[in-house]
């Protein structure tokens, strides 16, 4: 942070508080040559991923929607809602860790998929038919005895 006063490039913080409900930290700086004071304001980013859909088109991620899809899978299932909160933070976690601004669809899906395994295999069948848009039977076959494999 340059001195706005004589261009120095390091300051130190002598006083830090957040303002705003605490979605902008205002810092006040003292310049380490002049010894000037000036304040600056640090406001977190929204980070925002856009999903690219199959037909290309993108799409703001929503962690709503997908929780809203979620539930679709495992319908009549024994999986309580905030199981699925929980499916849905983890992916929202692994995708706002990952360096990319743009996330395909199925790269979400298979995170999903990940998380739905190891709790309730219908619903995985259920969700992995969806995302994957299984186009035949086979490939639908094959899923399932990958699975019971893995028993
Ligand atoms: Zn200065």
């Known amino acids: 942070m340059k001195c706005p006063f004589c261009g120095y490039e390091e300051s130190k913080v002598i006083d830090s508080r957040p303002t705003d409900e605490g979605t902008?930290?205002?810092?006040?700086?003292?310049?380490?040559?002049?010894?000037?004071r000036f304040t600056t304001?640090?406001?977190?980013?929204?980070?925002?991923?856009m999903v690219i859909k199959k037909?290309?088109?993108?799409?703001?991620?929503?962690?709503?929607?997908l929780l809203a899809g979620l539930s679709?899978?495992?319908?009549?299932?024994?999986?309580?809602r905030s199981q699925l909160e929980e499916v849905v933070s983890k992916v929202e976690n692994a995708i706002y860790?990952?360096?990319d601004k743009e996330l395909p669809t199925t790269v979400i899906?298979?995170?999903?998929?990940?998380?739905?395994?190891?709790?309730?295999?219908?619903?995985?069948?259920?969700?992995?038919?969806?995302?994957?848009?299984?186009d035949d039977i086979e490939t639908f076959m094959?899923?399932?005895?990958?699975?019971?494999?893995q028993k």
């Open 24 to 36: 902008i930290i205002r810092r006040r700086r003292e310049c380490m040559s002049c010894e000037k």
């Open 41 to 49: 304001y640090e406001k977190v980013e929204n980070i925002s991923i």
């Open 55 to 65: 037909d290309k088109s993108r799409q703001l991620f929503d962690g709503n929607k």
């Open 72 to 80: 679709h899978a495992c319908e009549k299932r024994p999986i309580s």
């Open 97 to 99: 860790s990952t360096e």
């Open 109 to 134: 899906g298979e995170m999903v998929l990940n998380e739905l395994r190891e709790m309730d295999q219908v619903a995985y069948i259920r969700f992995a038919s969806v995302y994957r848009d299984f």
């Open 142 to 149: 094959k899923e399932l005895r990958s699975l019971k494999k």
